[in-house]
């Protein structure tokens, strides 16, 4: 079936570095992509989106970017902070009319301070 | 404008037991969205509400679960006769449109820990 997954369960960065996160999803039909955040014990926060007819979408300290050849997905966090620490999901919206979100297992970032 | 709000932040039930897990969407939301999260595991969608009507409830347990978004008051995830595969942390999400690029906004969960 259709499904969104991500390549590392657990990435370890030392602070100040970059971050890169990783996501392949599998639906061509898909056209919204979002990046939440989840730390402990919350619920998932709204990180950045990007949508199919964009390769490139630039935040605050994060970059998100799509291959859409490869169905592939990135987030990319400058001058990774202790703060950045916790669950990121990537997650695709259907063009069904509605928002059926699918979510990834999830990649835990460990900030190394 | 606050949040999504959910209540109660942790639940403890007995098995047999029933369990209400009650979501109030932002301000002006109209639209809702329950997901349950096992550990270590990603959000999985179980319903999709509007008010006074379930959209897609092709995520949810075929017995036991059932969902409703009354005209006034929260919307309510009920859970009959809990089981201990029941634990999960349960995640409410609110929109304003059904516009495939609005952002759904999460409540903070609730956590139901079946004895």
């Known amino acids: 079936g259709e499904s969104v997954g991500l390549h590392l369960p657990t990435l370890s960065v030392q602070e100040g570095d970059n971050s890169i996160i990783n996501c392949a999803y599998s639906n061509s039909a898909s056209d919204y992509f979002i990046w939440y955040k989840q730390e402990s014990g919350k619920g998932p926060q709204f990180i950045i989106d990007?949508?199919?007819?964009?390769d490139k979408r630039q935040g605050q300290r994060v970059t998100v970017l799509l291959n859409k050849t490869v169905k592939h997905l990135s987030l990319q966090i400058a001058a990774t902070q202790p703060g950045d620490s916790a669950v990121y999901f990537c997650a695709d919206h259907f063009s069904g009319g509605y928002q059926k979100v699918t979510f990834g297992t999830g990649t835990k970032l460990q900030v190394i301070p | 404008n606050a949040g999504v709000m959910q209540n109660p932040r942790h639940l403890v039930r007995r098995r047999g037991q029933e369990a209400r897990l009650r979501c109030s969407p932002m301000?002006?939301?109209?639209?809702v969205y329950w997901y349950r999260q096992l550990p270590e595991e990603g959000l999985k969608f179980m319903v999709y509400?509007?008010?006074?009507?379930?959209?897609?409830e092709s995520g949810m347990p075929k017995e036991r679960f059932s969902a409703e978004f009354p005209k006034e008051g929260p919307s309510i995830l009920r859970i009959q006769q809990v089981v201990r595969g029941d634990s999960a942390a349960y995640f409410c999400?609110?929109?304003?449109?059904?516009?495939?690029?609005?952002?759904?906004?999460f409540g903070p969960g609730t956590r139901l820990t079946v004895l």
């Open positions: 990007i949508r199919s007819n964009m």
């Open positions: 509400l509007q008010k006074e009507n379930i959209i897609d």
């Open positions: 301000k002006g939301h109209s639209h």
């Open positions: 999400a609110s929109s304003p449109t059904v516009d495939n690029t609005d952002t759904q906004y």
